[in-house]
């Protein structure tokens, strides 16, 4: 389906679902550089290319930047929460779909305009609102891409004015891989970070702590109370990978019923996963969501 993604004269609206970032990015920049004739390192100097993604907020209150697509990355895993002494908001404001009309109310310098709307699924309501009515409306020849994780995570509005392109990269299995190979093939850029975050070792004690919870060989405080000290995304990333690891690996093996059970508590674990997302972003206190979460994984 994602043949289907071309840049032409003709105005355009693209809602492109992948959850590897680094990937739905990458091939996105390259197609909008190859319509420029630009080289993806200069393609955003582009003055007919515009790039929208979580704001940058200086100690006033005002907007000085937008994450770039490694930053926002960072910030997915947990491992980025400030630039220097500016934080980093949690969603795509109104102010910036503004600046993304004006730019829009504007002549191209050659043939079109193109957004790219970076982490869509984090525009609030009032910017979700007008972006609506711009991709309505839009009054020059523009193409919007937006890039998201998750198809539901998109207002069904949005997604009505758009075409879904999905885009998810091939990953197959070995049978006799184990975890952590797993884990670093389907998060590469978490590999390629490693020496400066210790992920691999972190990685692995996280996996033999998750095994002692499920074994009821661990305490889940315990537990909760050392993972308060590791970034919770990373946690939850590990987590539902070890639960996908655990489940895919099951097909290998003749059925068992003494770990039906044992599948199904992995199941149910998996499907909390995205309300401990949102209760982050709503900033929950984060020890109770650790609480709750090895709390399910122990019962």
Aim: charged fraction near 25%.
């Amino acid at each position: 389906m994602i043949n289907r993604f071309s840049l032409d004269h003709q105005s355009k609206n693209y809602l492109i679902i992948s959850s590897d970032i680094e990937s739905r990015y990458e091939m996105v920049i390259k197609k909008v550089g190859e319509y420029y004739d630009k080289s993806v390192e200069k393609i955003l100097e582009n003055p007919d290319v515009m790039y929208v993604s979580l704001p940058v907020i200086d100690k006033s209150g005002n907007i000085t930047s937008t994450l770039s697509n490694y930053e926002l990355q960072m910030r997915e895993y947990g491992l980025l929460d400030k630039l220097d002494t500016n934080r980093i908001g949690n969603e795509i404001t109104i102010d910036q779909i503004r600046e993304v009309i004006s730019f829009t109310q504007i002549s191209a310098h050659k043939n079109k305009k193109t957004v790219i709307l970076n982490s869509a699924s984090n525009m609030n309501k009032e910017a979700s609102s007008a972006l609506l009515k711009t991709l309505e409306e839009v009054s020059s020849n523009c193409t919007f891409i937006l890039l998201a994780s998750s198809l539901n995570s998109i207002a069904e509005t949005i997604k009505s004015r758009c075409q879904v392109l999905q885009h998810e990269q091939n990953f197959e299995m070995n049978k006799n891989s184990n975890f952590k190979d797993f884990f670093f093939s389907k998060h590469p850029f978490l590999r390629n970070i490693d020496p400066d975050y210790n992920i691999f070792n972190l990685t692995e004690s996280i996996k033999v702590q998750i095994d002692g919870l499920l074994d009821k060989t661990l305490d889940p405080i315990d537990v909760s109370n050392e993972w308060s000290n590791i970034h919770l995304n990373l946690i939850l990333c590990i987590v539902v990978e070890y639960i996908i690891f655990n489940c895919k690996n099951a097909i290998y093996k003749p059925f068992d019923q003494s770990l039906d059970q044992y599948h199904k508590k992995l199941v149910d674990t998996y499907t909390k996963i995205p309300l401990i997302k949102k209760n982050i972003n709503l900033n929950i206190n984060t020890k109770y969501l650790l609480n709750n979460l090895t709390i399910e994984l122990a019962s």
